[in-house]
């Protein structure tokens, strides 16, 4: 939708200078009546394509549950959707979702409801929060909806910034360690063992071994290098290939620590989603659409879900559905059938996302606390057996220097 300038007269006398998106100048003018100003002036702006893509663009998540959040209490407190949008407007500091609330806002003048105006910007508002805003249009419970959904969103942002905040240290300290080993290995022993070999001293078994390792290294790293490259490239490739993709997955279930962070990951989306669209009051079968579409972040339990789904379709309970897909804990089987059984779904499922988040926050625990031992142990191995490979020749040295005197 084009964008206007305007200059516009209120009850008051008073000039005021805006923006506006409009169909026409026509349109402006409309517009601009129907909030008591009289337009005096329009003009057309002239927007870049940069600046055209800016309202489709990415927004930050926190920006987005701010946005729910606050759009929610404006409608809890008696405003319309539009004057809920405007005050919106006027605190997001993000320019690219105040030009998209602009755009909604025009849709929504132009007859369009709130879920037509949104569907426009898929990468701001995805699927299933169009789903939930779209039942909460039609029950009457928008705003209820848009907490729910502000609520879950943070749920989901703080898994990831414990995901994030658990892989920065281990990676750190690999990532330095390693670097010492090779400076040691690649620079340091070299150096060290040609001198050796000027005075005369035999070197032992160990520091020849790290020697021709050193020398393989140094010699080969381009295409040790290129071979790395080319192994990540392909296991990429595989994993982006549907059926590779749910091999890759189905395996990375079974990786000892990471494959419980993953699994707990996913059933805590599962059980989270399910819940919020479940109580926004959504189908069963566009339920699991939704969370079939990339949603639970490991493609083995999504096809896994799909299996549940037609279980389902032939006629089966959701439990029953669950347990002839398999690869489901005997946990989240315990909890649906007791949901059905009691037609209490949704809490069963608020349960279970309670429950995964504890075993997310506590497997990532696990795996930091792990992997410091783990990585002192081999990395320390390895620092004793170059340590071995120096000392060794110079004890030999210092014992040589001692029979002399």
């Not at 020849?208 to 050193?214: E, P």
Request: net charge neutral; aromatic share 10%.
């Amino acid at each position: 939708m084009p964008r206007y300038s305007y200059q516009a007269i209120n009850d008051a006398g008073k000039l005021l200078k805006g923006t506006v998106f409009a169909l026409s100048a026509a349109d402006v003018e409309d517009r601009l009546i129907k909030q008591s100003l009289t337009l005096v002036k329009s003009s057309p702006i002239k927007q870049s394509k940069m600046a055209g893509q800016l309202a489709g663009g990415k927004v930050k998540p926190r920006i987005i549950i701010e946005f729910y959040r606050r759009f929610s209490q404006t409608l809890d407190i008696g405003l319309s959707v539009l004057t809920g949008l405007d005050e919106n407007a006027r605190s997001i500091p993000s320019k690219a979702l105040k030009k998209t609330i602009e755009e909604i806002r025009g849709a929504l003048e132009d007859g369009k409801t709130l879920y037509e105006a949104m569907k426009r910007f898929p990468k701001i508002f995805p699927k299933l929060d169009l789903a939930i805003v779209r039942i909460g249009e039609q029950s009457g419970t928008l705003p209820k909806c848009l907490k729910d959904m502000a609520d879950f969103l943070e749920w989901k942002e703080g898994i990831t910034s414990t995901i994030k905040r658990a892989t920065i240290y281990p990676c750190f300290i690999t990532v330095a360690i390693t670097a010492v080993i090779a400076v040691w290995v690649g620079y340091v022993l070299p150096q060290m063992a040609g001198l050796l070999n000027e005075m005369g001293v035999d070197l032992p078994d160990v520091t020849r071994a790290v020697l021709r390792t050193s020398d393989f290294l140094r010699a080969n790293w381009p295409w040790i290098i290129g071979l790395i490259f080319a192994s990540i490239a392909g296991l990429y490739i595989f994993q982006k290939d549907q059926r590779g993709g749910r091999i890759f997955d189905k395996y990375l279930l079974k990786v000892p620590m990471i494959g419980d962070i993953i699994g707990n990951v996913a059933f805590a989306r599962l059980s989270h989603n399910f819940a919020t669209m479940y109580s926004a009051g959504i189908k069963i079968s566009d339920i699991f659409k939704m969370l079939t579409d990339g949603v639970l972040g490991n493609r083995h339990l999504e096809a896994q879900l799909a299996m549940v789904h037609q279980e389902v379709q032939l006629g089966q309970t959701l439990a029953e559905g669950f347990e002839n897909a398999g690869d489901f804990p005997p946990l989240l089987l315990g909890a649906v059938r007791n949901g059905e059984t009691t037609g209490t779904m949704d809490d069963s499922f608020k349960r279970l996302g309670d429950y995964y988040d504890g075993e997310v926050k506590r497997s990532v625990e696990v795996m930091v606390n792990a992997f410091e031992p783990i990585t002192i142990f081999l990395l320390g191995g390895v620092f004793a057996v170059i340590l071995l490979s120096i000392l060794l020749p110079l004890y030999d040295v210092i014992g040589d220097f001692g029979k002399a005197y």
